[in-house]
């Protein structure tokens, strides 16, 4: 069994930067793909940056070049570093994880949350003009 809990959730300025993280449980299971997702009030969960176990990455349109998904030096711990933050940015913010390796199209990683059995409880990021 997986429980995942993210942390670093916080009210900042347009412009301003956070880290938020990610830490799962230890299981008998190796490989897992682990994302970010986010959901803003009246709006659909949608993926925000996606790892593989092999380190491979893709990203939102709306956020590339802005932030950065990162692995830490144990087993299911996740980071995502936020930069030139907006108020579209305001969501509560979800780290996933499924087993194995990360799903794929055409080469690409996908960003679906179809692909993530796993679930944290999020955690409240808001941006101020």
């Known amino acids: 069994q997986v429980w995942l809990a993210e942390s670093g959730g916080g009210s900042v300025r347009a412009g301003g930067s956070l880290n938020l993280s990610c830490k799962g449980s230890e299981t008998t299971r190796s490989g897992f793909c682990m994302a970010w997702f986010r959901q803003a009030p009246g709006k659909e969960r949608e993926g925000v940056a996606v790892?593989?176990?092999?380190?491979?990455?893709r990203y939102a349109d709306s956020v590339m070049g802005r932030f950065t998904i990162s692995r830490g030096n144990v087993e299911k711990t996740l980071f995502l570093e936020m930069n030139s933050l907006t108020p579209e940015d305001t969501a509560v913010y979800y780290c996933?994880?499924?087993?194995?390796?990360?799903?794929?199209?055409?080469?690409?990683?996908?960003?679906?949350?179809?692909?993530?059995?796993?679930w944290g409880q999020g955690t409240q990021v808001t941006v101020s003009s």
């Open positions: 790892i593989d176990d092999d380190g491979s990455t």
């Open positions: 996933a994880a499924d087993s194995g390796l990360c799903s794929r199209a055409r080469g690409r990683l996908t960003l679906s949350r179809a692909s993530f059995a796993y």
